[in-house]
């Protein structure tokens, strides 16, 4: 069974994001949530969310049936660039010069590696 999340207009570029998914993608689930709290980047904060309420609704999908996060992995995981934030700041001669705060939008999908029997149907 495979549950998917997504995280949107995040305040984060998406190349820094990029970084963080490239090392988790494969990994199982257990494995993921390691690496991501014990790296040192910023951007690890919205991935963990977002892998989390991917765990949780997987778990919601299945219902009563107990599902351990040792059996789940990352199948997919991706972002995709939001809109820009245009700001501007004072630049050469009188000049404005833009400044551009990037969001992202992350999704990261998970599956098991054995089929699980769903209760009650």
């Not at 990029?18 to 390691?34: D, F, N, S, W, Y």
């Amino acid at each position: 069974m495979i549950a998917r999340a997504v995280k949107r207009y995040e305040r984060v570029a998406p190349r820094k994001i990029r970084r963080m998914l490239r090392v988790i993608k494969g990994k199982g689930v257990v494995e993921a949530r390691a690496i991501l709290q014990f790296h040192h980047s910023r951007s690890k904060i919205p991935i963990l969310k977002t892998l989390n309420s991917a765990v949780a609704n997987l778990k919601n999908q299945v219902g009563a049936v107990r599902v351990d996060d040792s059996d789940l992995f990352v199948k997919e995981a991706k972002v995709d660039e939001g809109p820009q934030l245009k700001r501007w700041r004072p630049g050469f001669r009188g000049t404005a010069d833009m400044i551009r705060r990037r969001t992202c939008h992350i999704t990261l999908v998970i599956d098991s590696y054995e089929p699980i029997e769903k209760k009650g149907g």
